[in-house]
């Protein structure tokens, strides 16, 4: 077991509930529908923000997803070595503990990013009207996508065309922003990716130098189950 200091990160909780700085959450107070297997007695959260977000967009309840950091107020296991633990194929929140959280704040300033094989700069912008980034059909997308999860860039890096090495940029938008319809309450509940779309430009603010990409089985197995899609003719996108 470790506690949050031990690991240098802040611990997230993602959630429903209406929460205030100083309000603690008790173990087993709330269950969120992503994760049947949560344990009785425990309370869950993540150092990865991703994994809150996710938990908080598919937590039951009918409040706003929220993330918050908090504060352990005990011992604290990761929940994956645990005999109990089914994994649910995202990013979840994977750390428990059989002691409270206390709120420390919410989290509601959020980095936007943008993941494909085009080369940028800062204060480039990325407008619609050009080639698709995704799919094997030729086509000129009406939109430009965009993350709030550093996961989904991740996938929008490494599933574009071309032959560019993957990147990631943060970006901000110049126009509405709009969730993305092609995976809003489709697999899942809400916009569990935090996937939008918008017809304005998204202005370049930075490259994230440093990521670590998903595993080349879970890519590969990606890019065959799309191309499997595109020759079924399932592979449509709204656009």
């Known amino acids: 077991m470790v506690f949050a200091w031990e690991i240098g990160r802040p611990w997230y909780h993602g959630t429903r509930a209406d929460l205030l700085p100083g309000d603690v959450i008790e173990p087993g107070a709330q269950r969120n529908s992503e994760t049947s297997h949560d344990a009785p007695g425990h309370v869950y959260l993540t150092p990865d923000l991703d994994g809150a977000i996710w938990g908080a967009e598919l937590a039951s309840g009918e409040g706003h997803p929220r993330v918050y950091v908090v504060e352990p107020l005990g011992p604290v296991e990761d929940a994956v070595n645990a005999a109990d633990w089914l994994a649910p194929g995202h990013p979840s929140m994977s750390w428990r503990s059989g002691e409270p959280l206390r709120v420390a704040r919410e989290v509601t300033e959020w980095s936007l990013y943008h993941g494909t094989r085009a080369d940028f700069r800062p204060g480039d912008l990325i407008v619609p009207g050009r080639p698709a980034n ?42 509405p922003l709009e969730d993305d319809p092609n995976v809003t309450d489709k697999k899942f509940r809400g916009n569990p990716t935090k996937s939008f779309r918008s017809r304005e430009a998204l ?21 065959d189950g799309l191309a499997r899609l595109e020759a079924a003719g399932k592979a449509v996108i709204d656009d």
Not at 138 to 144: A, I, Q
Not at 203 to 221: C, N, S
């Open 134 to 175: 995704f799919g094997e059909t030729p086509r000129t997308s009406n939109h430009v996508y965009l993350t709030r999860t550093l996961d989904a860039a991740k996938w929008g890096a490494e599933l574009s065309s071309g032959e560019g090495r993957g990147r990631i940029y943060i970006v901000e938008p110049t126009g």
């Open 203 to 223: 202005r370049v603010i930075g490259e994230l130098e440093h990521w670590t990409g998903h595993p080349v089985e879970a890519v590969r197995a990606m890019k």
